[in-house]
């Protein structure tokens, strides 16, 4: 029931530790180093307690539980036996007949260390909160990583904290709208989203109550890209055929949605009303999406019927302002002026 462990000349000082501390019955492991200097393996045998390896993986958390995959070659032998759970079952604690000890000792795991992070991690995600909010996201992320070493969080762990209450979603979109953000933080965030079975304008929005890009196209661009390419794998069974035809689109609905919103903000004879675009016709749209989608095209009404949702939506969103009246007037004049631009 051992395990079979590769390293290298930098870390065979420890490893001959390790294994010359092993004594009487036990496992079995093996250990390759690979000499710097011939180009060749060398294979050496010893024996390890069982107790050790019991020592060695109960000391480790969940995820570096799973990364041990990649150090020892017999870890799935050794997570499938359930004497190793039931030697590291806490005393006084019995599990239920029949249970998985290996995933109620994990579950119990997890539930230990969120006491140490509830007890020493609540300075460290408020600081990380205010440093998201102050526009230093990467800062943020780099501080989670260093203060909760005890968890060894994952990318998808990390970006949890763009998740909070407390953040700005205008905060979120410099962050991961930012060139020098990696890629991965990007698509973990997108990650955290089911868009399967939505509409495409409805998915964008849900996206948007979490993250605002800011008003640069380069960055608008890097989100709608991710935001395409998770989309797109959601919805196969759907009508776009490629996640280039889904990022078109969601850019065109960008589009019709600011313009729509640049003719409300003019208003009744408002002093922006000269400088207000025009909002982007239904025959516009409709062409530029087709286009989008190739030779595939959309089915019937498809892009007809997304146009109208969005400038539904983005009329009553303005007659739910604060002021009523002038938003019903600027609604009304927007809506009928639609089919004339």
Known sequence: RGGAVTTTRRTRTTSSAFLGAARGEGAQLTVSSRLLTAQETTMV????????????????????????????????????????????????????????LREAYMRLHRVEQSKVVDEQGGRVWSEAVSLVNGGDGSDALALLRREAPLLQPSTADVVQVLFDDRVNPEAVGRLLCASSTDAEVRDEFLACFDFAGEALEDAYRSLATRCLPPADRHAVRRLVAAFAARYYVANLEGPFASEHAVKSVTLLLIVLHGSLESKLRGGKGGKHRKEAKGVMSKSTFVERGTAANGLDGFPTDFLEDMYDAVVMTTLEAAADSSDEEEAHLAAEEAAAGLDEE
């Open 45 to 100: 045998e010893a024996t390890v307690p069982l107790q050790v390896l019991f020592l060695v993986f109960g000391r480790l958390d969940v995820r570096a539980l799973a990364r041990a995959a990649s150090v020892c070659r017999a870890w799935s032998k050794v997570a499938r036996d359930d004497s190793v759970w039931a030697t590291l079952w806490p005393d006084g604690l019995e599990p239920r007949p029949g249970s998985n």
